[in-house]
């Protein structure tokens, strides 16, 4: 999709689309054609337009000097009009002219969007996503496809252009992760995502580490290799490095992601009905490796130390085993109680080795408990902290952005819960084992936390959906990636 600025509306075939706010004044579409007010002015006097949130006309013009036909979006009250509503009314753009199949548009921005131009064509963007990408010529239907869009604006050129570019980054950025989630893990797998990581860290000049089967094996990473040991793919684990903190020595904000390409849940298997969703238990990695994709390009003032654990957890003669003890990178040692609850396991080995960067704060995110959607639904992601403050600025970076969290508790009973008889700690609470799942998980990867400022961010009931948003697709959604991005631009 091409896009570009116009001093002026054009003539043609294609569909101009005009924004309007509930109520405003006339003079906030100042600028457009006498031809186009008349229209608005008319429909709005019949009430049949009104500019509500969601309101819509679709019709011709009769005028040679401008475009063919004419697309009035409502935006709602201006005062309401926020991230959500912005990109809420991207989408609905971007949807409704693909269904009208135009092939060009021409969009009008008023100034009072001045502040929302980069939600609103990021909402554009995404409403274009499809999920199909793997299907061929045989059965993929011709998705009709935007290919150019004007925009015609009294706001500052400048302003205009840099709102696009932020807009193409994130919604590029989006785009990659809910691809290395939706797409199988017999091609998203453990050296497909180190190899996506080697070119994000080439693409911006990020340091990178990339741990083999035998390297971990000399670190002593027993929790990723025990989970892996079945698989006939080595596991892997990536460090990616960015400085973009004025002080190059300043402590870094470590973000850990689990990466499991596909969970069978091991000789704990999981249900049929749920094991063709478990390609996606790898969302939190692919959110730490989205997250890298822009931390140059829009210059984040940070420095950011990105974990991902990459591991398979197969089922084979060699596969780890209920009653396992192994032995954690931190030295800790570990009763396996359930092969299900691996992602912990990972993200214990992935944390520890964090520490070396001796970060200011830690943030693991993972799909790490099926507890958190039965808690919470597919709306909130579980925040679980030992630390208040980060996570008040998590809840509210992620409120500000559409990616929402709800904080769960981390109570010393549940801490007390993952001891163990014969290890320093257990994988699972075998004994009520159905109570407080999320905050559970999570007390087992505090153990690991060292005294560091920590949250975790449960997106198990957030990374994959069947009741999108307006500006999503079903499937992937890119959840805590928004959150997690506005926490370091503020926080």
Known sequence: MIINFENKITTGKHVLVVLVFEDEAMKSVKGLPDKVLEFLAKVRANKEFTGKKGDKIYTYIE????????????????????YRAA????????????????????????????????????????SQYETDKLKTKFTKKEDFKIEKIKIFTTVEKNIAEKALE??????????????LVNYPSNIVDVPYLANEAKKIAKENGYGIEIFSEDELKKMGAGGI?????????????????????????EKPIAIVGKGIVFDTGGLRIKPGQYMDEMHQDMA??????????????LNIQKNVVGVAALAENSLGGNAYKPSDIITML????????NTDAEGRVVLGDAVTYSLKYNPKKIIT????????????????????????????????????????GWPLPLHPEYKKAMESKVA?????????SRSAGSSKGAAFIEKFIDKHDWCHIDIAGTAFTDIPKPYESKGATASGFYMLLKFLEKY
């Open 63 to 82: 005028d040679k000097n401008l475009p063919e036909k004419l697309l009035l979006i409502g935006l709602g009250k201006k005062e309401n009009f926020k």
């Open 87 to 126: 990109k809420e009314s991207g989408a609905i753009i971007g949807k409704t002219l693909k269904s009208v199949k135009t092939k060009e548009a021409e969009i009008f921005f008023p100034v009072g969007l001045k502040n929302f131009i980069d939600e609103i064509l990021e909402g554009i963007f995404l």
């Open 166 to 179: 932020k807009a193409k980054i994130m919604a590029s950025a989006a785009d990659f992760i809910k691809d």
């Open 225 to 249: 290799l025990a989970v892996n040991q079945a698989s006939k793919k080595e596991p892997k684990l990536v460090v990616l490095k960015y400085n973009g903190a004025k002080n190059k020595k």
């Open 284 to 297: 939190g990695a692919a959110v730490v490796l989205g997250l890298f994709k822009v931390l140059k390009k």
């Open 330 to 337: 931190s030295g800790i040692t570990v009763e396996i109680n």
């Open 365 to 404: 995110i993972a799909t790490l408990t099926g507890a958190v959607y039965v808690a919470l639904g597919h709306k909130y992601s579980g925040l679980i902290s030992n630390d208040g403050k980060i996570r008040r600025e998590l809840l509210q970076a992620g409120k500000e952005v559409d990616d929402l």
């Open 424 to 432: 320093d700690i257990r994988n699972d609470d075998k004994d009520t």
